[in-house]
C-alpha cells in the first residue's frame, strides 16, 4: 500500500504516502506552480515555506517546453526535489472547452517526464451542466480511466482517478462507484472550483461525501482547486487528504491578502493580522508603495504562508482529536461555511461510523450545531439500540448536568443520592446531559460523558433534543416512578413539561423537586473524629 494512515479525527487523517522520491505526509496542500512563470521561487517554496509538494500542469509542459522536462527530469527541470503532480489538461478543457493532446499522449507525457502523481485526461463536468452533460463527462471519463490502464507502462507512479458529476449526487456517486472498481491508487473530486468561487460549500459536502460513501477509505482522495485556507479544516474532516491551490497566486495578483479567516483588500489594510516572515518586517502602507511586481510577490508569498500555517493547525487539531471544535471556530468566519457545517447532520451516520471512538481530548460544545458530532451521534445509538436499564429498578432519579464530573462524583448529585436512599433503597439514576442525552449512572465515566465541557444555559434546539431524547428513554423503560429534579435556569424547563406529558401518558408517578431546594441547603460538614 502506498497510503498509511497513522492518526484519525472526524473523516480526517494524517497519513503517509509513498511516492517513487519521498513519503510526505498528509493533510498535503499542493501548491499550483506555472512552468511558464513562477512568482514565489521553488527553492523558497521547498526550503522556507516547507511544502513537500507542488501540483503543475503537465499539458502546459507539454505545449511550452516539449522535450526538454523529459531530457532532464521533471524534478531537474523545475528544481524542486519533493514530490510532484501533474494534473493533465483537464482544467484547460474547463476553460477552453478544447485541449491539443489526447488522452494516451498526456499519459505518456507524464511517464516520460517522471510525475509522483500523475492524472489521467478526465472531462470536468462544471457547475452549470444539465444532468445530461454532466453524465456524458462521468461516461467519457470512465471509458478513458479504464482504456488508461491498457497505456500506462511505469508501475512507479501514483495514478489519479477523478471522480465527475458535479452537482448531480447521482451521477457523482455512479462515477465513484464505477471509479473505485479499478486500482487506481488516488481519487480525486473534479469540478469543485467553480461550486467553491461561489460559495456553495454547502453543495461541496454533498460532493465530497457523496464521492466518499462511495470510494475505498484506504485510497486517498484529493480535492481539486480547494483554494482558500478559511475551508482547509471543512475539507478535510470531510475526508479531503490531499488539495492544490493556485489561489495563492491569482489572489495575489488582485491585490489580496489571505488570512485562516477570509480575505483582505491589501488597500484596506492597516496592521497585518500575521507574523510572517513578510509581514513582520513592513506595513501595508509600505508594501502598498513598492512596485505592482513587487507587491504581487509579497502577497504570493503571505498567501503560502498562511496556507501552510492552516495545514499545520488542522493537523495539530486532528492529532488533539478536535478537529470538529477548528472546524466550528472556523465556520463562524462565513454564513455559507456554516450552512456546510450544517449540511453535515444529512452524514451524521456515515462521519459516526467511521470516526475514532477514544480522542486524546475532551469535547466542548458551544450550542446546536454540536448535536451532529460523532460522539453524541455514536452515544445515542448504543443507548437505543444496546443498552437496558438495571433490574428491578422501579424508581428513575432523573438529574441535570453537573458542574463536576464524574456527574456521579458531584457534591449535588451525592447529597441528593443520600436523602433518596433513605426512603427509596433500590433506585436509578440518569442524568440528563447536553448535549448526549440520557447518561446512565453507571456509564457516566465512559468516554467521553464525563470528558466535555458544555455553554451554559443551553440553547432551545439543544434543550428540545434533550427532551426528546428523555421523553424516548422514558417511553422504552418501565419505571413506575420518576424523579425529575429541575434545573429551570440552564433548562428553560423544557426537559420538565416533556417529561410531565410522557409520565401522564404512560401513568407514571412523577415528582419534581427544584435544584435550588438542593444546592442552597449547606452541604453536610465532615464529622469531627
Ligand atoms: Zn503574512
Redesign the pocket.
Known amino acids: 500500500m502506498s497510503f498509511e494512515i497513522k492518526e484519525k479525527d472526524l473523516l480526517a487523517r494524517i497519513g503517509k504516502l509513498k511516492t517513487k522520491n519521498r513519503i510526505v505526509e498528509t493533510p498535503l496542500l499542493f501548491p499550483v506552480i506555472n512552468p511558464a512563470f513562477q512568482l514565489v521561487s521553488l527553492n523558497k517554496i521547498e526550503k522556507e515555506l516547507g511544502f513537500e509538494a507542488l501540483i503543475t500542469n503537465a499539458y502546459i509542459l507539454k505545449q511550452r517546453f516539449q522535450n526538454q522536462p523529459i531530457q532532464q527530469g521533471l524534478h531537474k527541470f523545475l528544481g524542486f526535489n519533493g514530490a510532484i503532480m501533474t494534473d493533465s489538461g483537464a482544467y484547460q478543457i474547463l476553460v477552453y472547452g478544447n485541449v491539443q493532446t489526447d488522452p494516451k499522449e498526456i499519459v505518456e507525457y507524464q511517464e516520460r517526464i517522471g510525475s509522483d502523481i500523475a492524472t489521467i485526461l478526465d472531462i470536468p463536468t462544471g457547475w452549470k451542466t444539465t444532468e445530461k452533460q454532466a453524465a456524458q463527462t462521468v461516461n467519457e471519463t470512465l471509458k478513458r480511466a479504464k482504456q488508461f490502464f491498457k497505456i500506462k507502462t511505469h508501475k512507479d507512479i501514483l495514478w489519479v482517478g477523478p471522480v465527475q458529476g458535479g452537482r448531480h449526487l447521482n451521477l457523482v456517486a455512479k462515477s465513484a462507484k464505477e471509479m473505485q472498481k479499478l486500482p487506481f491508487q488516488i481519487h480525486a473530486l473534479g469540478s469543485p472550483t467553480e461550486v467553491m468561487e461561489s460559495y456553495r460549500f454547502d453543495v461541496l459536502v454533498d460532493m465530497i461525501l457523496t464521492a466518499k460513501m462511495n470510494l475505498p477509505l484506504d485510497r486517498p482522495l484529493h480535492l481539486f482547486g480547494a483554494g482558500h485556507p478559511f475551508m482547509f479544516s471543512l475539507a478535510v474532516a470531510t475526508g479531503c487528504d490531499m488539495f492544490d491551490s493556485a489561489a495563492y497566486a491569482l489572489y495575489a495578483r488582485e491585490g489580496r491578502y489571505m488570512t485562516e479567516n477570509g480575505t483582505h483588500r491589501l488597500s484596506e489594510l492597516n496592521y497585518?493580522p500575521?507574523?510572517?516572515p513578510?509581514?513582520?518586517k513592513a506595513t501595508p502602507k509600505q508594501v502598498l508603495e513598492r512596485s505592482p511586481k513587487e507587491r504581487e510577490v509579497f502577497l504570493a508569498e503571505?498567501n503560502l504562508?498562511?496556507c501552510a500555517a492552516e495545514i499545520r493547525r488542522v493537523k495539530q487539531a486532528i492529532h488533539d482529536g478536535r478537529l470538529w471544535e477548528h472546524m466550528e471556530i472556523r465556520a463562524y468566519n462565513h454564513p455559507a461555511l456554516f450552512t456546510a457545517v450544517k449540511r453535515l447532520a444529512k452524514y451524521k451516520d456515515f462521519i459516526e461510523k467511521h470516526s475514532p471512538s477514544v480522542k486524546p481530548s475532551g469535547l466542548f460544545f458551544y450550542n446546536s450545531l454540536s448535536l451532529i458530532r460523532p460522539e453524541v451521534i455514536r452515544h445515542q445509538k448504543l443507548l437505543t439500540e444496546r443498552y437496558t436499564p438495571p433490574d428491578k429498578t422501579e424508581t428513575l432519579l432523573l438529574f441535570p448536568q453537573t458542574s463536576a464530573k464524574p456527574l456521579h462524583k458531584s457534591h449535588e448529585y451525592k447529597k441528593t443520592a443520600k436523602t433518596l436512599k433513605k426512603q427509596t433503597p433500590n433506585f436509578h439514576t440518569c442524568f440528563y446531559v447536553a448535549p448526549f442525552g440520557i447518561t446512565p449512572v453507571e456509564l457516566d465515566e465512559i468516554y467521553p460523558l464525563s470528558q466535555h465541557e458544555t455553554a451554559m444555559p443551553l440553547d432551545k434546539e439543544t434543550t428540545q433534543h434533550v427532551a426528546k431524547q428523555t421523553a424516548d428513554y422514558i417511553k422504552r423503560t418501565n419505571y413506575k416512578t420518576i424523579i425529575l429534579i429541575n434545573d429551570p435556569q440552564n433548562w428553560n424547563n423544557t426537559v420538565i413539561s416533556t417529561v410531565k406529558r410522557t409520565c401522564k401518558q404512560k401513568h407514571i408517578t412523577l415528582k419534581t423537586i427544584h435544584i435550588k431546594e438542593i444546592l442552597t441547603t449547606k452541604p453536610e460538614q465532615p464529622r469531627e473524629t
Do not use: D, G, I, L
Open positions: 497585518f500575521c507574523t510572517c513578510k509581514c513582520a503571505h504562508h498562511v
